[in-house]
């Protein structure tokens, strides 16, 4: 039972313009959302989190949106570098889940110059 | 950079074989885990530790023990190595009491011949 799903295993954008990567997940019980990158022969790094009392968190160049509704959270990166090239993986916790995190599969976002 | 260190970085063995990971982090966190990657499946938890000799099983945890004698190092053993537990390997750490963010060790490839 995947409670985490991205379901584009693979993204490619033109430097510059909008990156926009999607994950759905199934457990209504979920209330924290997480956003990972990991780059090859590298461990996962935090990016940026969301709690579900908001429906929009922003750092700098990455905003991630919440729609509890709809069980759906996107990452914005505005706009796009060559170095965002990686892997992004989303997680999600909640109380049943103590502090345990659920990942997605993963999406290979390729920025290219 | 969350002070954690996973050694080795790079092993090959036989199955059959014993195998040991070990993961090491310096910032007293009390909460640490081990991860398995494999492609199409993103982070899948094996086991995680919630204090000195205090551990639970994750979603993947046959064939996998694991032990915390101390604080900072969190072991995982392959009793008996199998050609399935060929994968990459992540420890991490949860970054304090009120919140589910993790940060992640570089990781260990264990390739299983």
């Known amino acids: 039972d995947q409670q985490v799903k991205q379901n584009s295993p693979s993204l490619s954008v033109q430097e510059g313009r909008i990156s926009i990567l999607n994950c759905d997940y199934t457990?209504?019980?979920?209330?924290?959302f997480l956003w990972y990158k990991k780059y090859p022969a590298e461990g996962p790094t935090f990016l940026i989190s969301?709690?579900?009392?908001?429906d929009k968190n922003e750092d700098g160049r990455f905003t991630v949106f919440l729609n509890k509704s709809a069980k759906h959270l996107s990452l914005h990166i505005v706009p796009s570098q060559p170095g965002d090239s990686a892997v992004y993986f989303c997680?999600?916790?909640?109380?049943?889940?103590?502090?345990?995190?659920?990942f997605g599969e993963g999406t290979q976002l390729t920025v290219n110059p | 950079d969350a002070g954690i260190t996973q050694s080795p970085r790079h092993k090959v063995t036989e199955t059959g074989t014993p195998v040991t990971l070990r993961c090491h982090q310096t910032?007293?966190?009390?909460?640490m885990y081990w991860y398995r990657q494999d492609p199409g499946h993103g982070l899948r938890l094996i086991h995680y530790?919630?204090?000195?000799?205090?551990?639970d099983k994750g979603e993947v945890s046959d064939g996998y023990s694991v032990s915390r004698s101390k604080t900072e190092d969190f072991l995982l053993t392959l009793e008996s190595a199998t050609s399935s537990q060929t994968s990459v390997y992540f420890c991490?750490?949860?970054?304090?009491?009120?919140?589910?963010?993790?940060?992640f060790g570089p990781g260990t490839r264990l390739t299983v011949l």
């Open positions: 997680a999600a916790s909640g109380e049943t889940s103590g502090s345990r995190l659920t």
């Open positions: 991490a750490i949860r970054s304090g009491p009120y919140t589910d963010t993790q940060y």
């Open positions: 457990n209504s019980m979920f209330d924290y």
């Open positions: 530790s919630y204090g000195v000799k205090d551990t």
């Open positions: 910032e007293n966190h009390r909460y």
């Open positions: 969301i709690s579900s009392i908001k």
